[in-house]
């Protein structure tokens, strides 16, 4: 049976761009819509699922990155955010409130597919991981889900935050350094960087450990790299 086509959602108010990536997305195989500001955007979130947003961070009413932290912190769809602005901080910023990616303008139709793909296969639970979970402390990791759960609660985790847990899940008890880390993200995104890395620990443990100050599960090893301890 064929899977369904990807919905993803593009949000920007620049009318010739939006209908632009609509279009190209709808002609290499996305089931694409768009809408110009965060209400529209909510209201097509409330009518039907969304794999992927295509978030610009220059919004009238509430911006591009309020929405995103909004998102996250509800269990958000997939989110690529979308700027003329590319210096590092801005792309800091945009993953510190939870993107799996950032994109500045102008952009290559090339790139944005691959960007998009990349992010869709993180979230994709691959073909062998079925009935396969993990478990540390009060949290059981479902590897085909994608889903985490605490003492049975749902916790709101990034597609690149899950990808980062499953990374470090799958080498425990090992100090794994900031290239270790972007080689092994690398076989699911396109090029992190070592900022990164930091910025997507920080928010690991925001949702993982009881003190985000004094982790016990993610630990930081000086001059080395990160040390994940499922047993504490």
Same mark, same amino acid.
């Given at each position: 049976m064929n !899977? $369904? /086509? $990807?919905h993803l959602l593009v949000v *920007? *108010? *620049?009318? %010739?761009l939006r209908e632009l990536l609509? /279009?190209? &997305?709808?002609?290499n +195989?996305? =089931?694409? =819509? %768009?809408v @110009? *500001? +965060?209400? @529209?955007?909510? !209201?097509? &979130?409330?009518? !039907?699922?969304?794999d992927l947003l295509l978030l610009d961070v220059m919004l009238p009413g509430?911006? +591009?990155l309020s929405l995103a932290r909004a998102l996250t912190? @509800? +269990?958000?769809p997939g989110i690529i955010m979308l700027s003329a602005r590319g210096q590092e901080v801005d792309r800091i910023v945009g993953l510190e409130v939870g993107a799996d990616d950032y994109l500045p303008k102008p952009f290559s139709h090339r790139e944005l597919l691959a960007r998009v793909a990349a992010v869709l296969r993180r979230r /994709? $639970? $691959?073909p062998d991981a079925e009935g396969r979970s993990r478990r540390f402390g009060p949290f059981t990791v479902d590897l085909q889900a994608h889903r985490v759960t605490r003492n049975g609660e749902p916790v709101a985790l990034s597609s690149a935050e899950f990808a980062l847990l499953k990374v470090f899940l799958e080498h425990p008890d090992r100090v794994l350094g900031r290239d270790k880390l972007i080689e092994l993200l690398q076989r699911d995104e396109h090029a992190p960087f070592d900022r990164m890395i930091d910025v997507r620990v920080t928010r690991l443990r925001r949702k993982i450990e009881a003190d985000p100050a004094q982790p016990v599960y993610l630990r930081t090893v000086w001059g080395e790299g990160y040390l994940f301890s499922p047993h504490g």
């Open positions: !899977r $369904p /086509r $990807p *920007d *108010d *620049d009318e %010739g609509v /279009r190209y &997305l709808n002609d +195989g996305y =089931a694409t =819509a %768009g @110009a *500001d +965060g209400e @529209a955007m909510k !209201r097509h &979130l409330a009518s !039907r699922p969304v509430e911006d +591009g912190a @509800a +269990g958000a /994709r $639970p $691959p």
